[in-house]
């Protein structure tokens, strides 16, 4: 009798350890889990407070996102940062490059040329979001480039050696903030890119900002959706995307 009390007393003991046990794992299983979202909100770099700089960078903070808008005069971007709280920071173009590890640019296009050889040094290996557009009446002869050589191409050869993804120029600002998580199929955001890693973490953004990202092919194949062709400016959803870009995955 006694050596089954104590048999009896091992396996009780064991057993409250075993519980004591899961019950550590499943609290760190649920801490570890309560992390990632929060995790996953990575740092990102606005090069420019205005209509798609604002708009864009505004629904990454909503999203949980700490972004950095930059400029020339960060001080003038004090009521956008102000108005979105304390995930948004104002900075300049060095410290912002330096704070976010990826990089939307929404400049007028004429200034890519001089971003380039001023900020080379840090953009390289960035994953960096290029939402410009050329106009003929504001960017002149980068504009007739652009046209020529595709926009893709045009903004690789400004930017260096950055893992250029094209997104966020399809369309006017005002469609982006008023289709932004809307209900139903959400609005598609086509996207270009030659680095399958920083394609990913840009489709991820666009999902982030409450749309959905249609991955149209390579760089070259941004000219598909830049500012006067056919792919330019529409209220797409993401299989109406796909379907008109000819993408079948």
Known sequence: MACDRRALLRAGALGAGMLTLTLALAGNTRAQE??????SKIPVA??????????????????GHPVMFASR??????PLVDKLGPLAKAGTVEQALAFGDAVLIAVPYKAYPEIGKAYGGLLKDKIVLDAGNATKARDGD?????ESAGIGA???????????????????YRLFAQNAHRS?????????????????VAASLVRDAGFEPVVVGGLDAAKKFQMGSPGFGHDATAQEARKAFGVTE
């Open 184 to 200: 139903g199929a959400p609005m598609a955001v086509p996207i270009a890119g030659d680095d399958r890693q920083a394609v990913g």
């Open 46 to 63: 606005v090069i420019g407070g205005g209509n798609i700089g604002g708009t864009v960078g505004g629904l990454w903070v909503k999203a």
């Open 73 to 78: 005069h960060p001080e003038d971007l004090k």
């Open 154 to 172: 045009t903004s690789a050869k400004y930017l260096g050696s950055a893992r250029l993804v094209r997104a966020f120029n399809a369309a006017n």
């Open 142 to 146: 980068l504009a007739t480039e652009a």
């Open 34 to 39: 309560s992390k990632k979202p929060q995790e």
